[in-house]
Structures are given as C-alpha cells and as structure tokens.
C-alpha cells in the first residue's frame, strides 16, 4: 500500500470541498481497503466520512428513504425493508458474509468495483484500471463475465446484488457536491462501459451519495430476489433476478419490474420480459415465454456461453418463488 494523506470529516460540505480526483471516500471500506492494499486504488486523499449525518431508514406512505451510511446488516432486517421491500432485504441477506454486511455501508456497496481478476491484479492490463491498456479478460478466463451491455473495451460484470434488488424497485440515489443537490434514477446512474470502462457512473468529483430513495411498491405486489452462484455463501452471482409483481384479485399481472445480476456491466433492466408478463396470469407457462424473451442480444464469450440461458431459467424460477406459482 502506497502512502495517502488521511482526513476525517463532520459535514457534508467538509466532505464535498475535496474535489481533487485522487481523493476517496471511506465509508466501511470493505472494497477501498482491499483494492488500495493490492495496489489497484492508489488514492492521494483518504476521506473518512463515517461521522457525518447520512444515516436513517424511514418508511412512509411514499416509500423508503435509506441513509447511505446505513449499514446494509442494518437496512436488511428493518421490519419495513422485510414487510414491503422483501427484494430487497434478500438480496443484502445474499451478499458477502454476516461479517462484511455488518460494516459495509448501502452508498458503498452500490460504488464496490467489480470483482474481474484482471482490474484485481495489478500487474495485468485493465482498461478499468489503466485506459488503453486493453481487456485481456475478452480471450483469457471469462467464466464469470458479462455477456450484456459489453464491448471491446470491457466485459467485466457489476457486482452488487442490492444495485440488481434497487434498480427493480426504481432506486433513485440522492448526489451531494458543491454545486448543490441532484436525484439520479439508479439504472441511469451507472454507465456501460463502451469505449470509457473507467467511468462507471455519473459521479462528479467530490461528489457524494448521501441517501437511497425508493418509490412505495402498489398493493398487491410480491417481491424476492433469486441469486445463482458457484457455492452457497460469500460468492458473487453467475445470475442473479430481482422482480416486484404486481396482480389483481384474479391473479392477472397488472405490474412487473425485473432486473438481472451477475450477466450484465451494470445492473441490467429487462424490459422485454417486464411487457410480456403484464395483462397475463401469473402462470409458469407465461413466465417461460416471457422470459423466452431475455438477452436475445446477449453477446456471450469463449467460456460463459451458459448464461443467456441460465438467465431464462433463473427469470422463471424467480418468479414462480416470487408469486407462489404451483
């Protein structure tokens, strides 16, 4: 680990002067901490922002307000994240370890790098880490890589599971810098990295998350998050499926969001299987063709072509769990 300045802030406007780009924000620094001891973050300024004001979970008529300081052990077990937002507390239960969940904060969890070996090692070429220098992950080991929303200047995957469970839900994250305050939906939040992987998302600098909003879920609707991984705990999604359903008395889908983990460069909306789910019953035979319908533009590489298709199969098991389907 390479020498940094340290410096502890109260406020948020204390925290948001530090506009320099090699300065980073440490919250629970379970990913910062790591990266920095392996050389791949080699931060100037460390920021701790562990005392300023951004935590609180408050539930109301008009939905969930969450702190980004919150710790994601803490927003998991909140009996209103648990009653109304079941997505959402599964999808934190399914994360890391107990151990991580309990010090890791909701603003850096949606700010974690991706887990690529590549951007990880730093003796390797990574147009994450160093631009231009090019994505050997493209014709090496890429098992666990993205087939969506790649190019050829990355095909690393996203890899918070609770970015997946918001961006379903319609998150928006609240963005503090000293040019003022700013709401941003979250699945436009993150970019795609075309031919700039090194900019993931629409963070200026300085430029702070300071809470989580998410839109109150319409009665009748069921929620889960479905995660498919190499072993049962503290490992990251090969596939992963959040969706809110919403039927009337009949059981006729009247409202459907989903989004998919683990296949994509950022969390990855599904439109496609949202429209054919709507107006239909909620039936397993409505689920596979509408999840038919999911990453017909899937660009797979030489080791994760099972993918696209593990992906149809998890949007159909999702959703069976999700509505009590027989």
Known sequence: MRPYAFTVVRTVRAAINHTATDTMFLAGGTTLVDLMKLEVLNPGRVVDINGLPMTGIISGVDGLRIGALERMTAVAEHPAVRRDFTLISQALELSASPQLRNMASMGGNLLQRTRCGYFRDSTMPCNKRDPGSGCPAITGHNRTHAVLGTSQACVATHASDVAVALVAAEAAVTLQSP??????????FYRQPGATPHIENELGPGELITAITIPGLPPG????????????????????????????GRGIITRARVAAGGVATVPWRLPEVENLLVGRPAATAVFETAA?????????LRNNGFKPHMLRRAITRALIDITGTS
């Open 179 to 188: 040019r003022g305050e700013r709401a941003v939906a979250l699945d436009r």
């Open 221 to 248: 609707t069921q929620s889960g998050y479905l995660k498919i991984r190499d072993r049962q705990s503290y490992e990251f999604a090969l596939t992963s499926v959040a969706a809110a359903i919403t039927t009337s």
């Open 292 to 300: 038919a319908a999911a990453a017909g533009d899937a660009r797979p």
